[in-house]
Nanobody, 118 residues
Framework: QAQLVESGGGLVQPGGSLRLSCAAS????????MSWYRQAPGKERELVAG??????NYADSVKGRFTISRDNAKRTAYLQMNSLKPEDTAVYYC?????????????WGQGTQVTVSS
């Protein structure tokens, strides 16, 4: 059974850093596109960053501050967040997506809270 487990969230002061981790199991991790989304109270879930085997992409609001990476051997995706701002406060979700000719799969983690406040 596919599972994604996020960790690393918490309370941090503005300007601080956090690293989120997403541990995967139950599917072929290296074949999946991995993404981080976030959802702030009263707002829709938004894409933060994504990474495939060859490229990564970022929302304009986090470019230059956040870095997404993956370790296929450890079956884990990461989101390094630097220069955090209060507007980065949200629940952060890990997503794994595979789109094939005959089958598509989409998995989500349970989310981890990130709060940026002094």
């Amino acid at each position: 059974q596919a599972q994604l487990v996020e960790s690393g969230g918490g309370l941090v002061q503005p300007g601080g850093s956090l690293r989120l981790s997403c541990a995967a199991s139950g599917f072929t991790f290296s074949s999946y596109h991995m993404s981080w989304y976030r959802q702030a109270p009263g707002k829709e879930r938004e894409l933060v960053a994504g990474i495939s085997s060859t490229r990564s992409n970022y929302a304009d609001s986090v470019k230059g501050r956040f870095t997404i990476s993956r370790d296929n051997a450890k079956r884990t995706a990461y989101l390094q967040m630097n220069s955090l701002k209060p507007e980065d406060t949200a629940v952060y979700y890990c997503n794994a997506r595979f789109t094939g000719l005959l089958q598509s799969n989409d998995y989500w983690g349970q989310g981890t809270q990130v709060t940026v406040s002094s």
